[in-house]
């Protein structure tokens, strides 16, 4: 006859088995690769700004005070000093981002941002990414979803609804949260 406490261990070890056996073959979720797909053939969409842009010290300084990101994301954050970018958008979001005043990106726009190292830079460092979910995604903040990927857009790093992306985006909101000092004639 067994004891309470051999019934125990016996239990574990098959509990301990059955995971092994079963989890066979799969990274924890924080090891596997997650790959953004609607970013896929991004540099085929419209290019918003020719000339890569230069990110002001002030946007920076906030972006940088705000990420919650790990220290070595940090260090490639996207608003980080002596950093550009260059800004694509898809053909859904295209109207509006050219749009004056008040524009209005409809469900399924997306807009990836590549943060650049240097102003003639080809290869980037990192993207980011804003996706216009359907109506009641994230009413408050516009309906965006955020997205931080390697410079390939292949690993996500972040995604959803970013707290250290919407805070500074929230000051966007006549703009549909979208900054766009990068667009020529607005």
Known sequence: MQTKWQCL???????????????AGKKPVSQQTLTAPEIADYKKWTLVNPQ???MS?????KCAVRSSAPLSFKSSHPHTKSKFVRVFVNEKGRAAMFQATNPHFPEGSVIVKEKLPAKDSTKPELLTVMIKQRAGYDPKKGDWEYLVTDGVGKKVY???KLENCQSCHAAQ???DYVFRPYVSGL
């Open 52 to 54: 890569s842009f230069a």
């Open 173 to 175: 909101s006549e703009s």
């Open 9 to 23: 261990i016996l239990v574990s070890l098959l509990c301990s088995l059955g995971a092994v056996t079963f989890g």
């Open 158 to 160: 972040q995604r959803g």
């Open 57 to 61: 010290a002030r946007t920076a300084a």
